[in-house]
């Protein structure tokens, strides 16, 4: 009777384990006011880290050296750059980001936004480096970045019409 009493209490905790770790992404909400990104961390551990985002504006450009990223649209619209390729990403799609893959997201709809974000192996925020671009205006040679030493002005920087686009403010 003790060993059938110690079965159903191991039973009834593990199975309150399982909800509390359940959550539905569905109706997943950002709990307080954000400026831009709101990312809620769901779970981690040594192997891969699970986070919702939510972008009101833009994540800017950056790679992650080690980590893969698996992204899956749960609701919004986006313009994505990966890899030096630009394109539109809606609710259902999945972004496959390998490591070392520069990538960024600008939202397109009046609402957030929301994607659910797989990290592997366990990201703890260490290898996430934002790529600052110079991008030649027209005239400037591609010679890496040497400019002639009697033009000591610096010329604006010509954005790509497809580029993300800088914000002021909060960022992922």
């Given at each position: ?140 040679a591609a010679t890496d970045g040497a400019k002639d030493s009697k033009d000591k002005t610096k010329k604006p920087k010509k954005k790509k019409d497809d580029d993300i686009p800088e914000f002021e403010g909060e960022y992922d």
């Amino acid at each position: 009777m003790r060993t059938l009493f110690i079965l159903a209490l191991l039973f009834t905790c593990n199975l309150l384990s399982a909800q509390v770790l359940t959550q539905n992404a569905n109706t997943m909400t950002p709990k307080e006011e954000y400026t831009n990104v709101k990312t809620i961390a769901l779970h981690s551990d040594e192997n891969t880290s699970v986070f919702m985002i939510f972008v009101k504006q833009a994540v800017r450009k950056h790679v992650h050296q080690y980590h893969t990223e698996v992204i899956t649209v749960l609701d919004g619209t986006g313009r994505m750059y990966l890899g030096g390729d630009y394109f539109d990403v809606k609710k259902g799609d999945h972004i496959v980001v390998p490591p070392n893959t520069a990538h960024a997201v600008i939202t397109t709809s009046s609402k957030p936004l929301k994607v659910l974000s797989v990290q592997s192996p366990q990201f703890l925020g260490q290898d996430r480096i934002v790529i600052q671009e110079d991008i030649p205006t027209e005239g400037e040679a591609a010679t890496d970045g040497a400019k002639d030493s009697k033009d000591k002005t610096k010329k604006p920087k010509k954005k790509k019409d497809d580029d993300i686009p800088e914000f002021e403010g909060e960022y992922d």
